[in-house]
């Protein structure tokens, strides 16, 4: 009977050590979105205005988070067009100025593999993705809320955090007015 009883004690550790696994993220765990910067109607790269906006960033993304623990942009791809590569010109800058890593591993549309892989990660990660796919990756983090990123936003920065296992969104602004030409930053 005893025996019988540890079993049961033992299956019940279990199945309550499991369903905290949610939970086991890090507390101080938070997650930024930011669309890359502005584009040409034509062209895979960032326009003008975009670059402008990527040497802007560091500071302000530094005044609101911090140094980053890590940043993520799409798999660049292979082939005649880099199609992802403004995602990684957007964040070039800023892993420029702190000398981090920018990683590239995840494709533009794996969503739920790229959600399981922010929830365990520490810290603070920038994730540059592409309009579209950041409500996607949201959604994969459990906000439920039907969320669309509009097309012509460059300026939007959207933060997830996590309170007792689920995520919260918050939305926030760079508050950036990039020009539209070429200009000599300090």
């Not at 003008?48 to 530094?62: A, D, K």
């Not at 140094?67 to 292979?78: E, M, Q, R, S």
């Not at 959604?139 to 296992?165: C, H, M, Q, R």
């Amino acid at each position: 009977m005893v025996h019988l009883k540890n079993k049961i004690l033992a299956a019940l550790v279990l199945c309550l050590c499991t369903s905290l696994m949610g939970y086991a993220q890090d507390k101080n765990l938070k997650l930024i979105f930011i669309r890359h910067a502005e584009k040409p109607i034509k062209g895979s790269n960032l326009s003008w205005q975009g670059l402008n906006r990527s040497l802007q960033l560091p500071e302000v993304l530094y005044k609101k988070f911090g140094t980053p623990n890590d940043l993520i942009v799409p798999a660049l791809g292979l082939g005649d067009t880099t199609k992802h590569s403004r995602m990684f010109q957007t964040i070039t800058p800023l892993a420029i100025k702190y000398n981090l890593v920018v990683s590239t591993v995840f494709n533009s549309t794996d969503y739920a593999l790229l959600a399981k892989n922010l929830q365990n990660r520490k810290g603070t990660v920038i994730i540059t993705w592409e309009h579209k796919g950041i409500p996607q990756i949201i959604k994969a983090l459990g906000v439920a809320e039907n969320l669309t990123w509009p097309d012509e936003d460059y300026d939007s920065i959207w933060i997830i955090s996590f309170e007792n296992g689920h995520a919260r969104l918050v939305k926030d602004k760079e508050d950036l007015n990039p020009s539209k030409s070429w200009v000599n930053l300090p």
